[in-house]
């Protein structure tokens, strides 16, 4: 469908040498200092729960509830704003949360944590 052309999630994994790439040796960069930086890794929060109640539908649903809160206001940006496209939107989180339940595994992902100041 023309709507699903439109889409995309713009995002990208970064290192910690990545997040202080763009603020040099002095660690400036638009009149703000990065006065901290670091990756850590975050737990998946919904495994625990999994494991404990190997409920694969929750454990999806879960995950659907994680992203559609994140990712949900960036797609309908991307929507003709004049068409009511909260079924598209719906359905693309039904089907992430559909294979999810459908192969249940631990999420690793990380954290990026950025401390700046403005000067």
Same mark, same amino acid.
């Given at each position: 469908? @023309?709507? *699903?052309?439109?889409? !995309?999630? $713009?995002?990208? $994994? =970064?290192?910690?040498?990545?997040? *202080?790439? +763009?603020?040099?040796?002095?660690?400036?960069? /638009?009149?703000?200092?990065? /006065?901290?930086?670091? %990756?850590?890794?975050?737990?998946?929060? &919904? #495994? +625990?729960?999994?494991?404990?109640?190997?409920?694969?539908?929750?454990?999806?649903?879960? #995950?659907? !509830?994680?992203?559609?809160? %994140? &990712?949900? $206001? %960036?797609?309908?940006?991307?929507?003709?704003?004049? =068409?009511?496209?909260?079924?598209?939107? /719906?359905?693309?989180?039904? =089907? &992430?949360?559909?294979?999810?339940?459908?192969?249940? =595994? @631990?999420? /690793?992902?990380? %954290?990026?944590?950025?401390?700046? *100041? *403005?000067?």
């Amino acid at each position: 469908d @023309e709507d *699903k052309l439109h889409i !995309n999630l $713009p995002l990208g $994994p =970064r290192d910690i040498t990545a997040i *202080k790439e +763009p603020f040099g040796q002095n660690g400036l960069y /638009e009149g703000l200092i990065l /006065e901290h930086a670091e %990756v850590m890794q975050s737990p998946d929060p &919904f #495994w +625990p729960e999994y494991l404990a109640t190997k409920d694969t539908k929750q454990f999806g649903q879960n #995950w659907k !509830n994680f992203m559609k809160a %994140v &990712f949900a $206001p %960036v797609i309908r940006s991307q929507l003709d704003p004049s =068409r009511d496209t909260s079924g598209l939107v /719906e359905d693309i989180f039904d =089907r &992430f949360a559909m294979a999810v339940s459908n192969d249940p =595994r @631990e999420t /690793e992902h990380f %954290v990026g944590i950025a401390i700046l *100041k *403005k000067v």
